[in-house]
C-alpha cells in the first residue's frame, strides 16, 4: 500500500510502508479511524454516484426537447457528451486518487459540491442559451457540451479514489474488492436508468429530477470522511442553492410524462397543444368556427386537406384508424359529421389524451360521449376506442379491419422512424382496405418525405402528395393520400398549399430507416 497522512499533533506523518502504516495504526487509533471508510460504505457511494450519473443522462435528453426536439441526432450528442465527461472523470480522478490522502479526500469533496451545484443549474443554462438563439443542430450539440459536459465530469471524479480505498480495506482480497467495485457502477447505472425514466421524469419533471441528483450527491458527502473539512459555510450555500433550483427552478414542461413535454398555449379562441416545441393540434373554441355538424373547427390546414380528402373518400359508416391522438380533432370531426361512422385512435401517451381532456372542449365532449378505453374490450355502443399504445406495436398486434387510416404520430418535430418503414406500412396495408393518409414535417422533397413517397410507391397504385408554405427552417406539412383506387380530385385546396413533386429515392426499412432531421 501506499499508505497515508495522519495527523499527529501539528504535524502530519506520511506512512508509505505497510510496517510504519500498523506501527502509527497502533499508536494513533483516533486519527487512523478518523481517516477509513468502511468497505460497505465505499460500495454504497459508488452505486449512489453511479446512478446518480445515470439519471443525470436521461434527464439531459428528456429537458432537450422543448428546445430541440428528440431525435436519434439528440440522444446521440446526449451520450457521447455525457460519456465523455465520465472519462474524463476517471482520468483526472485517478490523477486525485495518487495524491496524499487527505488532499484527495479534499479534492473528492469540492467535486461532490461542485457537482450538485452543475447539476441542479442544467435546465437554467439550457433555457439561457436557448434565449440568445442558439438553434439547430450545432446549437443543440454546442448546449449539450455547454451544459451536461461539465457536471458528467465531476460526479464521476471521486470513482477512482473511492475503488482504491475499497481495494485497500479489504488486504489480501483485492481481486473480490474490485468485483465488488466494478459491479456497484454497474448496478447504480442501472437503478439511476430505471429511476430516471419509470419515477422521476413521469412523477416529478425534468427540472425537479436535476435537483434531486443534486441533493443525492450532496447526501454523499458526510461519509467522505478524512483529511481536512474545507469550509462548512460552501456545502451549506451549495446545499441551500440545490433546493432552491429544485423549488423555485421554471419547469421545462407544463405537463410532463417520460414520453411528452407539453404545453397548452391559448392564442385568442384557439387552443393549441405543443409538444417538445412543436404544434402538434389546435382547436378553434370560437363558436363561429364551428361548422354546420358542431364540430370544433379545423385550425390547422393540414387537417383541413386531410379532411377534405376524407369527406371525398369515405363512404357513411366508415371505420378509421388514427395512429397518433393528438389533438383528436379529426377523430372528432370524423364521429360528429358521420353518425355511423367509428374510430379507433392510438396515443401513445395518456397524458396527452388527459391534457386534451381539460383544454380542448369539443373533442373532451367527443371523448367523454363517445370515447372508451379499446384495450378494456367493447365500448358496448361508443365509436372512439382509445388505445394508450406505440403505434407500430398496435399495428403488429390488431385483429381489426379499416375502412381508412390517418398516419399522425410525432416525436417532437418529426415522425418516429419506427412508423416510416416498407414493414410498418406493408402491415398498414393488411390491415387497412381503403386509403391511407400521412402527414410529415419535411421540407417538400426532403429526406423523409422521399422515402415515404417511395414505400407508397411500392405498395400502392395511386399516391397522390401535396405540402404547405415552406416555415423559417424550410421544413412544411407534406401530405399524402395513397390507394389502391384512383382518388378523385379535390375541388380545391387549402390556402398555400400545392401540389408536391418528389424525386426517387430508397425506401426506409426496419433495418435502414430514417435518422432524424440534421
Request: glycine share 10%; proline share 6%; charged share 15%.
Amino acid at each position: 500500500t501506499d499508505g497515508a497522512d495522519f495527523p499527529v499533533g501539528d504535524d502530519m506523518i506520511s506512512c508509505k510502508e505497510p510496517l510504519l502504516l500498523r506501527f502509527v495504526q497502533h499508536l494513533h487509533p483516533a486519527a487512523t479511524k478518523e481517516m477509513t471508510i468502511r468497505f460497505p460504505v465505499l460500495i454504497a457511494l459508488i452505486l449512489a454516484l453511479s446512478a446518480v450519473g445515470l439519471t443525470y443522462e436521461i434527464a439531459a435528453g428528456r429537458v432537450l426537447a422543448p428546445f430541440f426536439g428528440t431525435s436519434l441526432l439528440t440522444w446521440t450528442t446526449v451520450i457521447a457528451t455525457v460519456l465523455g465527461g465520465f472519462s474524463l472523470g476517471s482520468a483526472l480522478g485517478g490523477i486525485v486518487a495518487e495524491r496524499p490522502r487527505a488532499v484527495a479526500l479534499r479534492n473528492v469533496r469540492s467535486a461532490l459540491v461542485a457537482t450538485a451545484v452543475l447539476m441542479a443549474v442544467s435546465p437554467t443554462l439550457l433555457g439561457l442559451l436557448h434565449s440568445w438563439g442558439v438553434r439547430g443542430t450545432d446549437g443543440m450539440m454546442l448546449s449539450v457540451i455547454l451544459v451536461f459536459f461539465p457536471a458528467s465530469v465531476c460526479v464521476t471524479l471521486p470513482s477512482p479514489l473511492l475503488a482504491k480505498l475499497a481495494i485497500e480495506a479489504r488486504p489480501g482480497r483485492e481481486g473480490s474488492s474490485l468485483g465488488f467495485v466494478l459491479a456497484a457502477g454497474s448496478v447504480g447505472a442501472i437503478f439511476g436508468a430505471i429511476l430516471a425514466g419509470f419515477v422521476t421524469l413521469p412523477l416529478i419533471g425534468s427540472t425537479a429530477t436535476f435537483a434531486a441528483c443534486g441533493v443525492a450527491v450532496l447526501l454523499c458527502l458526510p461519509f467522505v470522511r478524512g483529511g481536512q473539512t474545507g469550509t462548512p459555510g460552501t456545502t451549506i450555500a451549495a446545499a441551500v442553492f440545490v433546493v432552491f433550483a429544485g423549488l423555485a427552478g421554471t419547469p421545462a414542461c407544463q405537463y410532463e410524462s417520460g414520453l411528452s413535454c407539453l404545453h397548452v398555449d391559448r392564442q385568442g379562441p384557439e387552443v393549441r397543444l405543443v409538444s417538445d416545441g412543436t404544434m402538434q393540434a389546435a382547436e378553434s373554441t370560437a363558436p363561429g368556427e364551428a361548422s354546420d355538424d358542431g364540430t370544433v373547427g379545423l385550425a390547422l390546414s393540414y387537417t383541413e386537406w386531410f379532411w377534405a380528402r376524407m369527406d371525398r373518400d369515405l363512404g357513411p359508416d366508415p371505420s378509421v384508424l388514427f395512429v397518433g391522438g393528438g389533438g383528436y380533432t379529426l377523430p372528432t370531426k370524423l364521429l360528429a359529421s358521420r353518425p355511423a361512422a367509428e374510430a379507433v385512435a392510438v396515443e401513445i401517451d395518456p397524458l396527452v389524451t388527459k391534457v386534451v381532456r381539460a383544454h380542448m372542449p369539443r373533442a373532451a365532449e367527443m371523448i367523454a360521449r363517445t370515447g372508451f378505453d379499446a384495450a378494456e374490450g367493447d365500448g358496448a355502443g361508443r365509436r372512439l376506442g382509445i388505445f394508450h399504445a406505440d403505434g407500430r406495436v398496435y399495428l403488429n398486434e390488431t385483429e381489426q379491419r379499416f375502412d381508412a387510416a390517418v398516419m399522425d404520430a410525432f416525436s417532437s418535430g418529426s415522425v418516429p422512424a419506427h412508423l416510416v418503414t416498407r414493414e410498418a406500412f406493408a402491415r398498414l396495408r393488411e390491415i387497412v382496405e381503403g386509403p391511407v393518409y400521412v402527414n410529415l414535417l419535411d421540407r417538400p422533397d426532403g429526406p423523409l418525405a422521399r422515402g415515404v413517397h417511395a414505400i407508397l410507391r411500392e405498395l400502392y397504385p395511386h399516391v397522390e402528395v401535396v405540402h404547405g408554405a415552406r416555415t423559417s427552417t424550410g421544413r412544411t406539412n407534406v401530405l399524402f393520400a395513397a390507394s389502391r383506387l384512383p382518388l378523385a380530385p379535390l375541388d380545391s385546396l387549402p390556402d398555400r398549399y400545392s401540389p408536391a413533386r418528389i424525386s426517387d429515392a430508397r425506401a426506409f426499412t426496419d433495418d435502414r430507416g430514417w435518422v432524424g432531421h440534421r
